[in-house]
């Protein structure tokens, strides 16, 4: 696809007082501390942007290239994007739900979850700001992703993480050959020295000094599943959050397909937020009935991935549930480990912790009537399973090891089965 160098991503702006600020590697309103976000030309991609504009391009997360804040054609993670959404009848059954759709960003390119998308968009327009070091400030999947889309890059990068991650995440960046810093202390505090060193380093931290850019990667989900949906819009879209940062970003895009013309039919629909349980500041703040965040210093939970107790965007992340009439949930390590299971068991995807808090929170909003069980909901899983294994060990039942040897297996499984094998009189 060509756009012969044409943009329409005019500039950034701030959330709260709508100044304007060029479009630089600037995340903060000097004048009220509000977050700058990116600021486009809508008219024009209006009249550029349409259904048979789509038909012809790739399917990755770049056919909607126009709502994407670089100047020129990208070129980093160009094959991101454009995963599988499911109709998950089993799971829906099981949840007692009409209708279950399920957004799989477990096996997004290159690294298996969601972070992948705002990875491509942030290091593409690094490299248009002329940034030649790229880090990160981690969970784990973030850390994997700008280690991947670094590498394949040629851009030097460092990820800082908290040193008590996962194996899979730990792993997950080291074999790119990136600089792993691990450090002794909670996420908050990794974020927190990152800031110092874009400030003393001068170099493009993809989600502090790049954020803008970053964060507008995550409407990509929010489009592919309006478009997987033939442009309408779900009823309910549940979706578990960190820094609150996706959730917000999947209701813009919402709201950016309707106003181009896109969406067919503008019809009403709802954001719900999960937590788990040992790190809910925003679902609390949200379930106290305010939008005022009280930051969780000691953050316990196997979804660390979610482990974010300052959660950037979590007051605009309550707004976004409350004006849609969304919901909030959270949920114990034992009901994220179900959750995990029930995915797993029902619609054959594996995912990570993340992923559990999702389905554990979206069966506590049906059984509470959030979401009405004759309505349509969509669960977006954005990481991989394979990554947070240790989370599951001696929780699904031990392989049963035998010897080889038929009698063996006639004694301990054959004797299971209630009908004899269809061969057993040859
Ligand atoms: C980072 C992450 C999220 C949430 O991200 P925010 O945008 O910060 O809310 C969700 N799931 C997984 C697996 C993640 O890695
Ligand atoms: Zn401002």
């Known amino acids: 696809m060509s756009l012969s160098g044409k943009t329409y991503f005019k500039n950034l702006k701030c959330r709260e007082c709508n100044r304007l600020y060029p479009k630089e590697a600037l995340h903060v309103c000097e004048f009220d501390f509000g977050p700058l976000e990116a600021a486009y ?15 012809d391009r790739p399917y990755s997360m770049w056919r909607y290239r126009e709502l994407l804040p670089i100047d020129a054609e990208p070129t980093v993670g160009l094959q991101v994007g454009f995963t599988p959404l499911i109709r998950a009848d089993r799971l829906a059954k099981k949840l007692g739900i009409k209708e279950l759709w399920v957004k799989n960003d477990s096996v997004n390119y290159p690294t298996l979850s969601f972070k992948d998308r705002v990875v491509a968009v942030a290091l593409s327009r690094a490299r248009e700001l002329g940034f030649e070091i790229v880090a990160c400030a981690s969970t784990g999947n973030l850390a994997n992703s700008v280690a991947a889309n670094a590498a394949s890059a040629g851009l030097r990068s460092y990820v800082l993480i908290p040193c008590d991650l996962e ?28 800031s110092e060193i874009a ?46 940062s996706l959730l917000t970003k999947i209701h813009k895009a919402y709201k950016e397909a309707a106003l181009i013309g896109l969406v067919r039919e503008e019809t009403p629909f709802s954001i719900h937020g999960a937590q788990a349980a040992g790190c809910a500041p925003i679902s609390s703040a949200f379930k106290r009935g305010t939008d005022i965040i009280k930051p969780v210093s000691h953050p316990q939970t196997i979804a660390k991935s979610l482990a974010i107790g300052t959660p950037a965007d979590g007051y605009y992340a309550v707004h ?14 034992d009901e994220i480990v179900e959750g995990i299971r029930l995915l ?37 899983i954005t990481g991989n399973g394979l990554k947070t294994q240790e989370a599951l060990v001696g929780k699904c039942g031990e ?28």
């Open 41 to 55: 030309d809508y008219d024009a991609i209006a009249r550029d942007l349409n259904h048979e504009v789509l038909a």
């Open 167 to 194: 194996q899979g995440k730990v792993l997950g960046s080291l074999v790119y050959g990136t600089n792993v810093i691990g450090i002794r202390g909670v996420y908050d505090l990794v974020n927190r020295l990152c």
């Open 199 to 244: 400030g003393k380093y001068g170099w493009g931290f993809v989600n502090v000094n790049l954020r803008p850019y970053y964060s507008e990667g995550s409407k990509t989900m929010g489009f592919e599943i309006l478009e997987q949906l033939d442009w309408k819009v779900p009823r309910h879209t549940v979706v578990c959050m960190a820094s609150g």
């Open 320 to 333: 976004t549930m409350h004006d849609t009439g969304g919901s909030c949930e959270d949920c114990t390590d």
């Open 344 to 380: 797993a068991e029902c619609e054959g995807i594996f995912s990570e912790t993340a992923g559990g808090v999702t389905v554990a929170c979206t069966k506590k909003l049906i059984e509470n009537g959030n979401i009405p069980r004759n309505e349509s909901a969509v669960i977006c």
């Open 399 to 426: 392989p049963r090891i035998i010897s080889p040897s038929l009698r063996e297996f006639d004694e301990r499984i054959g004797v299971e089965l209630t009908s004899p094998p269809p061969f057993a009189s040859r």
